[in-house]
């Protein structure tokens, strides 16, 4: 059973192939059009404009902070009543060595904010 989404996929591997697709071509579109040049980099609202733009023809929430819970195997991301204060705490978190970023990332893929199309799945 595939997530409730906008092109009416109910097969969770048709899904999967239609999001990279069109995520991919979206991406190219992003940079082709220098759309990417207007956002701050390393913000939560920057990384959540991208989310919408990649996502948008495909879901509904795309762009929107996720509203469930959820993991991934035994892992489970950061729950829904911390995940905006978990945001914010990542938002002000430097970013001027490359040890800052990283952690940053890392920090921001444990948050898991959309839900679907994160960093890592």
Same mark, same amino acid.
């Not at 991919?24 to 733009?53: C, M, P, Q, T, Y």
């Not at 978190?93 to 799945?121: C, L, S, W």
């Given at each position: 059973?595939?997530?409730?989404?906008?092109?009416?996929?109910?097969?969770?591997?048709?899904?999967?192939?239609?999001?990279?697709?069109?995520?991919?071509?979206?991406?190219?579109?992003?940079?082709?059009?220098?759309?990417?040049?207007?956002?701050?980099?390393?913000? !939560?609202?920057?990384?959540?404009?991208?989310?919408? !733009?990649?996502?948008?023809?495909?879901?509904? !929430?795309?762009?929107?902070?996720?509203?469930?819970?959820?993991?991934?195997?035994?892992?489970?991301?950061?729950?829904?009543?911390?995940?905006?204060?978990?945001?914010?705490?990542?938002?002000?978190?430097?970013?001027?060595?490359?040890?800052?970023?990283?952690?940053?990332?890392?920090?921001?893929?444990?948050?898991?904010?959309?839900?679907?199309?994160?960093?890592?799945?």
């Amino acid at each position: 059973m595939a997530l409730q989404n906008k092109l009416g996929i109910t097969e969770s591997s048709e899904l999967a192939r239609e999001e990279e697709r069109i995520s991919k071509l979206r991406a190219i579109e992003l940079f082709e059009r220098n759309i990417i040049d207007d956002l701050e980099v390393g913000s !939560f609202k920057s990384l959540a404009k991208i989310h919408k !733009f990649l996502f948008e023809e495909i879901y509904d !929430f795309a762009g929107t902070i996720r509203n469930v819970n959820i993991a991934k195997g035994n892992f489970r991301f950061a729950p829904v009543m911390y995940l905006e204060a978990s945001l914010n705490h990542i938002d002000s978190m430097p970013q001027t060595t490359f040890d800052e970023i990283i952690e940053k990332y890392v920090e921001m893929n444990i948050a898991h904010p959309f839900r679907e199309g994160n960093i890592i799945k």
